[in-house]
DNA sequence: GGATGTGAAGTAGTTCACAGCC
DNA sequence: GGCTGTGAACTACTTCACATCC
């Protein structure tokens, strides 16, 4: 049973999936000083329909004025709140080989909300050491507790991580390794794959007609989790 | 005369996003020594379910056994097939910072079939070392041929990578720059952004219910790797 | 005029239920 | 018995078309 929030009424999965998607083009367009943006604007850098986007953006509550579209500002905290970056959340970082480093380095990876709470290597010529200004700590100490943890450790290692992680109470994990990962219910983890997004590209490529007609973005993601219920 | 048989009948997008999924699962059994496995067996372990395994094996032809299931080689053989991995690509990669160096190095990132063609960066420091045994280009020189461009530089940078990728005949671009790209129509863009799945990973803690019940897997998007370590 | 927001229609994808084969 | 493969039912998402409001 969930506490009834007011305001955002249940979002279907692939708009929860375009509006980060939408965040980063209005946010290109504040950047560059821009008052209001509409729907069309936001449709072609998205590579989606226009109708899409205004649907998309009515479940976050009537924010646009008609006659005139959407005033940048609004739209990014509406967005910002539907997806949460209000709150805060404690990120732990557990591998920090090249892809955990090039995440905890990127600018773009830690939204809004999102603070970096620790970083964990089992490497002893890496602990110790800082990444962007966090010294890195052994992961057979205690955990700190934390929102989301971050797997980005070689595949064989992913389980283990995982099952520390769940018992320190970790309930999302974000795992980059290629592993399926056995968790508890009530645990949800989210596969990152790099390989998969190549796969379809190719698989387009040899398939001459695609959803790559040629428009200006596409992003995907997307999957949803098996619904079990408890027993 | 025995049937072509080359041309799977076209494939719905979810499904060839959960071809490579189950390629991995399937692999995992093939290394544990396994001959056969079903329906069931994958849909856990994929976070799907059994029937929408079957639909979507069954989109490749009849390779099933009724009663038994799916034997492990055919499997991996016509799936690998189906997203053509028995063709061969010439990749490139342009930018060498961390996140270029770990899928450089990633067991996982080129399929078979992929190779690398080039590595090009425009950083001095860079450009003459080696990576993953391959010596990186500067990013002025002409561009060898490629079928597949990965983008992995600052996103200020992009566009103009992009260009010259254009130029250069490439006609597919897998983007890990937060950065919209504009390409002319025929030129395919797929875009990997590590902050989405973080992002919609938290929607879902926030809002409880959700699709993350807690079963074993899922949702994927994008990447997944490993190995890293600089020499 | 010009854009949003939304019922209604259309399309794509998933799940049910069972026939067919091992 | 068990498990695949698939028509039929269902659900979810997208697109159309237009009433609505600035």
Redesign the interface.
């Known amino acids: 049973m969930?506490?009834p929030?007011l305001r955002?009424r249940?979002?279907s999965?692939p708009t929860?999936?375009r509006?980060?998607?939408y965040q980063?083009?209005v946010e290109?367009w504040q950047r560059r000083g821009e008052t209001s943006i509409d729907s069309r604007q936001i449709s072609e850098?998205a590579g989606v329909t226009a109708t899409t986007v205004r649907r998309d953006l009515a479940g976050l509550g009537s924010l646009g004025t008609r006659g005139s579209g959407y005033e940048v500002d609004l739209l990014m905290q509406r967005i910002g709140e539907?997806?949460?970056h209000d709150?805060s959340?404690q990120v732990v970082v557990v591998?920090?080989?090249?892809?955990?480093?090039?995440?905890v380095?990127?600018t773009?990876?830690?939204?809004r909300?999102?603070q970096l709470a620790a970083l964990y290597d089992s490497?002893p010529r890496v602990i110790g050491t800082e990444v962007a200004g966090h010294v890195v700590h052994s992961f057979d100490e205690e955990l700190v507790p934390a929102?989301?943890a971050?797997i980005?450790?070689?595949?064989e290692a992913a389980q283990a991580v995982a099952d520390k992680l769940v018992a320190a109470d970790v309930?999302?994990i974000?795992n980059?390794?290629?592993q399926?990962?056995?968790?508890?219910?009530?645990?949800?983890?989210?596969?990152?794959?790099?390989?998969?997004?190549?796969?379809?590209?190719?698989?387009?490529?040899?398939?001459g007609t695609?959803?790559?007609?040629?428009g200006?973005?596409?992003?995907?993601?997307?999957?949803?989790?098996?619904?079990?219920r408890t027993p």
């Open positions: 969930v506490s929030r955002p249940k979002l999965e929860i999936s509006l980060p998607v980063r083009i290109g850098l539907a997806l949460g709150r959340y591998g920090l080989g090249n892809l955990g480093r090039a995440l380095n990127s773009n990876f830690l939204i909300g999102a490497d929102t989301v971050v980005c450790v070689p595949p309930h999302a974000l980059f390794a290629p399926v990962l056995a968790v508890p219910l009530g645990t949800a983890v989210h596969y990152v794959d790099f390989s998969i997004e190549l796969q379809i590209l190719m698989y387009h490529l040899n398939n695609g959803p790559l007609g040629g200006l973005l596409h992003s995907l993601g997307i999957a949803a989790t098996t619904p079990l």
